[in-house]
Protein backbone atom coordinates (compact mmCIF):
# COMPACT_ATOMS: atom_id res chain seq x y z
CA UNK A 1 0.00 0.00 0.00
CA UNK A 2 3.17 2.32 0.93
CA UNK A 3 4.10 1.89 -2.08
CA UNK A 4 1.17 2.31 -3.97
CA UNK A 5 0.56 5.70 -2.63
CA UNK A 6 4.59 6.71 -3.20
CA UNK A 7 4.43 6.09 -6.77
CA UNK A 8 1.16 7.89 -7.00
CA UNK A 9 2.80 10.92 -5.44
CA UNK A 10 5.42 10.96 -7.30
CA UNK A 11 3.85 10.43 -10.81
CA UNK A 12 1.88 13.46 -9.89
CA UNK A 13 4.51 15.43 -8.71
CA UNK A 14 6.26 14.47 -11.82
CA UNK A 15 2.85 15.50 -14.00
CA UNK A 16 3.08 19.25 -11.92
CA UNK A 17 6.69 19.36 -13.01
CA UNK A 18 6.25 18.65 -16.34
CA UNK A 19 3.15 21.13 -16.88
CA UNK A 20 4.73 24.10 -15.48
CA UNK A 21 8.44 23.79 -17.10
CA UNK A 22 6.44 23.65 -20.74
CA UNK A 23 5.58 27.22 -21.15
CA UNK A 24 4.00 28.00 -24.04
CA UNK A 25 4.26 31.76 -23.48
CA UNK A 26 6.38 34.52 -22.17
CA UNK A 27 5.03 37.25 -20.39
CA UNK A 28 8.10 39.58 -19.17
CA UNK A 29 10.94 39.02 -22.46
CA UNK A 30 13.53 41.05 -24.71
CA UNK A 31 14.43 39.20 -27.64
CA UNK A 32 16.94 39.50 -30.60
CA UNK A 33 17.92 37.43 -33.51
CA UNK A 34 20.48 38.15 -35.79
CA UNK A 35 21.71 36.56 -39.39
CA UNK A 36 24.90 37.94 -40.75
CA UNK A 37 27.15 37.47 -43.46
CA UNK A 38 30.27 38.68 -41.95
CA UNK A 39 31.29 41.86 -44.54
CA UNK A 40 28.11 41.67 -46.54
CA UNK A 41 25.16 41.75 -44.78
CA UNK A 42 23.25 41.63 -42.13
CA UNK A 43 19.22 41.51 -40.74
CA UNK A 44 18.51 41.60 -37.22
CA UNK A 45 14.87 41.47 -35.85
CA UNK A 46 14.07 42.48 -32.62
CA UNK A 47 10.95 41.85 -30.20
CA UNK A 48 9.31 42.75 -26.83
CA UNK A 49 7.06 42.47 -24.25
CA UNK A 50 5.52 46.01 -24.83
CA UNK A 51 4.58 44.35 -28.42
CA UNK A 52 7.55 46.62 -29.89
CA UNK A 53 9.62 45.16 -32.63
CA UNK A 54 12.51 46.58 -35.03
CA UNK A 55 13.69 44.84 -38.33
CA UNK A 56 16.98 45.94 -39.34
CA UNK A 57 18.50 45.33 -42.71
CA UNK A 58 22.94 46.72 -43.15
CA UNK A 59 23.58 45.65 -46.56
CA UNK A 60 27.91 46.35 -45.95
CA UNK A 61 28.20 45.33 -49.30
CA UNK A 62 26.73 47.73 -51.59
CA UNK A 63 27.81 50.36 -48.44
CA UNK A 64 31.31 49.58 -49.25
CA UNK A 65 30.36 50.26 -52.60
CA UNK A 66 28.44 53.28 -52.61
CA UNK A 67 31.03 54.50 -49.53
CA UNK A 68 27.91 55.62 -47.35
CA UNK A 69 26.03 53.86 -44.44
CA UNK A 70 22.66 53.21 -45.22
CA UNK A 71 20.80 50.81 -43.11
CA UNK A 72 17.29 50.03 -43.18
CA UNK A 73 15.17 49.95 -40.09
CA UNK A 74 11.94 49.56 -39.08
CA UNK A 75 10.25 50.21 -36.29
CA UNK A 76 6.52 49.24 -35.00
CA UNK A 77 3.75 47.97 -32.95
CA UNK A 78 2.64 44.42 -33.00
CA UNK A 79 -0.88 43.60 -33.45
CA UNK A 80 -2.21 41.37 -31.04
CA UNK A 81 -2.61 38.34 -32.67
CA UNK A 82 1.59 39.15 -33.86
CA UNK A 83 2.09 39.64 -30.33
CA UNK A 84 0.74 36.32 -29.45
CA UNK A 85 1.88 34.60 -31.79
CA UNK A 86 5.87 35.63 -30.72
CA UNK A 87 5.06 34.87 -26.97
CA UNK A 88 3.73 31.61 -28.21
CA UNK A 89 6.83 30.47 -30.58
CA UNK A 90 9.28 31.80 -28.20
CA UNK A 91 8.07 29.85 -25.01
CA UNK A 92 8.01 26.91 -27.23
CA UNK A 93 11.50 27.35 -28.46
CA UNK A 94 12.78 26.60 -25.06
CA UNK A 95 15.75 29.05 -25.64
CA UNK A 96 16.74 28.37 -22.13
CA UNK A 97 17.63 24.67 -22.52
CA UNK A 98 19.41 25.40 -26.11
CA UNK A 99 23.14 24.74 -26.16
CA UNK A 100 25.33 28.20 -26.10
CA UNK A 101 26.91 27.21 -29.31
CA UNK A 102 26.58 25.27 -32.35
CA UNK A 103 29.01 25.06 -35.16
CA UNK A 104 32.31 26.30 -33.65
CA UNK A 105 33.79 22.89 -32.45
CA UNK A 106 35.48 22.57 -35.62
CA UNK A 107 38.65 24.45 -36.85
CA UNK A 108 37.91 26.94 -39.76
CA UNK A 109 40.46 28.73 -42.13
CA UNK A 110 40.78 32.25 -42.29
CA UNK A 111 39.88 31.95 -45.85
CA UNK A 112 36.29 30.47 -44.98
CA UNK A 113 34.83 32.77 -43.22
CA UNK A 114 32.19 33.49 -45.78
CA UNK A 115 29.83 31.56 -43.60
CA UNK A 116 26.30 32.77 -42.14
CA UNK A 117 26.60 33.40 -38.20
CA UNK A 118 23.52 33.76 -36.72
CA UNK A 119 23.14 35.05 -32.90
CA UNK A 120 19.59 34.75 -30.55
CA UNK A 121 19.40 36.80 -27.23
CA UNK A 122 16.84 36.46 -25.07
CA UNK A 123 16.15 38.07 -21.49
CA UNK A 124 13.09 36.69 -19.93
CA UNK A 125 12.10 36.61 -15.88
CA UNK A 126 15.58 37.50 -14.98
CA UNK A 127 17.32 35.28 -16.99
CA UNK A 128 19.65 36.16 -20.27
CA UNK A 129 20.63 33.88 -22.63
CA UNK A 130 22.73 34.25 -25.49
CA UNK A 131 23.58 31.76 -28.50
CA UNK A 132 26.25 32.10 -31.19
CA UNK A 133 25.30 29.08 -34.34
CA UNK A 134 27.84 28.95 -37.12
CA UNK A 135 27.79 26.30 -40.24
CA UNK A 136 24.24 25.26 -39.41
CA UNK A 137 24.09 22.58 -42.15
CA UNK A 138 25.29 19.44 -39.27
CA UNK A 139 23.07 20.58 -36.88
CA UNK A 140 20.27 19.65 -35.09
CA UNK A 141 18.15 22.04 -33.59
CA UNK A 142 14.74 21.67 -31.49
CA UNK A 143 11.56 21.90 -33.54
CA UNK A 144 10.43 24.96 -31.30
CA UNK A 145 13.87 26.62 -32.63
CA UNK A 146 12.99 25.89 -35.99
CA UNK A 147 9.19 27.19 -35.77
CA UNK A 148 10.72 29.86 -34.28
CA UNK A 149 13.19 30.47 -36.76
CA UNK A 150 10.50 29.99 -39.68
CA UNK A 151 8.22 32.63 -37.83
CA UNK A 152 10.62 35.15 -38.22
CA UNK A 153 11.48 34.95 -41.82
CA UNK A 154 7.64 35.03 -42.28
CA UNK A 155 7.46 38.54 -40.16
CA UNK A 156 10.46 39.83 -42.36
CA UNK A 157 8.43 39.06 -45.22
CA UNK A 158 5.12 40.87 -43.80
CA UNK A 159 7.15 43.31 -42.56
CA UNK A 160 9.54 44.59 -45.02
CA UNK A 161 11.90 47.46 -44.43
CA UNK A 162 11.72 49.91 -47.25
CA UNK A 163 14.28 49.97 -50.25
Known amino acids: MNKRVALWSFFVVMMLCCCFSCQTKLDDFVFTYSLESPGNYKIQVSFDDQKNYKVERYNYFMDNFARKRDPKILEGTLTDGEFEQVR ?68 CVDHPVDE
Open 88 to 155: TVLGEARIFDMKDSYGFEKEVSSKDMGEVLTQVYLKSEGKEKYISIRDMMNEKFPQGYIKLVKFINQF
